[in-house]
């Protein structure tokens, strides 16, 4: 075959370090959000949507075919901290956690995860992110030790 042609759905999720809800306006996790969209766009990983609340983000893209997930997630945290970084100067000390998550998601189910990223602020009502993140390793069969999931 002389054509190379993937189709991987992420839904990417990181949170605020410490989970501090710095994003605390719509104005400023908008802004974010769009700012985070725009990199995973200018990255050939084209955005479906990027949400979340105070203290956390989910994004759903598709991964690139020249793009690792590590340097994917590495690249729009370094881009957002530092747009927000340069906001204002009341967001100097923002911070990402330094771990994420990352979920290959089936074209199915592409549309139900849209809705839930766009509907966060009414999810979190009901849920802490913590319990959110655990919950979501657990549905997805993911390994990990919780003592170092969090930071």
Known sequence: ?????????????????????WLKTKVLQRDVHAYISATLNNMDCPCL?????????????????????????????????SMLHDRDKLLRDFHWQKGYGAFS????????????ILNQEEHHRKETFQEEFMRLLKKYGMEYDERYVWD
């Open 1 to 21: 075959m002389s054509q190379s042609l993937a189709q991987i759905y992420l839904h990417i999720i990181f949170s605020t370090k410490d989970r501090y809800p």
């Open 49 to 81: 949507i990027t949400g979340g609340v105070a203290d956390h983000v989910h994004t759903l893209c598709r991964l690139g075919r020249q793009t690792t997930i590590a340097n994917l997630v590495r690249d729009i945290k370094k881009a957002s901290s």
């Open 105 to 116: 998601i089936s074209p199915a189910h592409v549309d139900p995860l849209k809705k839930y």
